[in-house]
């Protein structure tokens, strides 16, 4: 089964090792992007988004809550997980959901199952897990005997937290692992969220989590196309990953998840329309060859950068459209590309930011 590229703060790591290794695809930039031929009414406090200026950040989403009220369990259950290995769980009392953005920990919350967490993750922020020890160090490293001092009987990782060798060690310790692939898609969020329930022995709630997800979805995407109305074309827009002042500055491409927020977004993924498939470079002749209209990036990576002035000092970066214009869309780091029960939250946030000029 495809190992899916891990998104997110802790990939760091990563694109170091990566480095210029990324593809050189050169393409047309998507001049002459399609006309907006939506027939929705133009949302109230729509703008053209062609014509914004200046950078915006996304509205902070709602912490996940429970959708299902009153969960049954039973066990045992048997799972087939992202590696196609068969696991049996018997258990599911004491559990840790251990990945960078979050997404298996909201899908336990929104299963109503928050009350068999043991610990978390320093990237889990939801009140309803205050109380929880803090079992990661360095954002994605893990503390073996942290962990081991709980008494998991279950964890569920998609393993941006940890490495392979952490899991290994739990598994000879007598913890039952189940293994995750990040959510490459849109289309993939519902198959995570059976696979969790699974896991939980709650098999029989996946679908009332399923629904409530899929409606909210229906129902961000009308608002976006009703935001979007207002924009005659659609704008050209990349991801971009950045942290520090220093080399780490990467075109995030297909496969890394962006082309379907930014589709739903209303926008033209020029990344991908270049035939970027995979981390490339963002230097200077790579963002003017794309000349992106808009620009989407994690917060605290522009944070690190200097703030937007000094993201756009990048080189290249004030030679682009974008660049020019200093549209920057900024949203917090578990917010941009996450998949999950709080994407179409994440999707109406991005959207707002785009389209609207609320300052």
Known sequence: MKNHHRLAAGITAVLILLGGCATTD????????????????PAPDASNALELTGPAKAATIPDMAPVVTDPQTSFP????????????????????????????????????LVDRL??????????????????????????????????PDLVLTNTTIGSEANYRQLESAGVTVVRFELVPSFE????????????MGASEH?????????????????EIEAMRAATPRTPKAVVL????????????????????VLEALGLADVAAANGITDLKPANAEALVSLNPEIVLA?????????????FLKRPGMSATTAGQNRRVISAADNQLL????????SLLALAKAIYTDDK
């Open 338 to 345: 996450a998949y999950g029960p709080r994407t179409p939250a």
């Open 241 to 260: 990953y950045v942290r520090g002042t220093a080399g780490i500055f990467f075109i995030l491409g297909r496969d890394y998840g962006a082309s379907d």
């Open 77 to 112: 259950a048997t799972v087939t997980d992202a590696t196609g290995k068969a696991v049996t769980i018997t258990s599911a009392d004491r559990v840790l959901a251990l990945d960078l953005y979050g997404t298996l920990t909201d899908t336990i919350i929104g299963l109503g």
């Open 188 to 199: 993939a969020i519902d198959g995570t969220i059976d696979l969790v329930a699974q896991s």
């Open 26 to 41: 050169r393409g047309t930039g998507l001049e002459g992007t399609e006309e907006n031929t939506s027939t929705a009414a």
């Open 206 to 222: 996946a679908a009332e989590l399923i629904t409530a997800v899929d409606a909210e979805m229906i129902a961000a995407r009308t």
């Open 118 to 151: 043991v610990g978390r993750a320093n990237s889990d922020l939801n009140p309803l897990m205050a109380d929880l020890p803090v079992i990661t160090s360095g954002g994605h490293d893990l503390s073996i005997e942290a962990i081991l001092s709980l008494r």
């Open 298 to 310: 994690m917060s605290h990576g522009i944070e690190s950068a200097g703030g937007v002035d000094g």
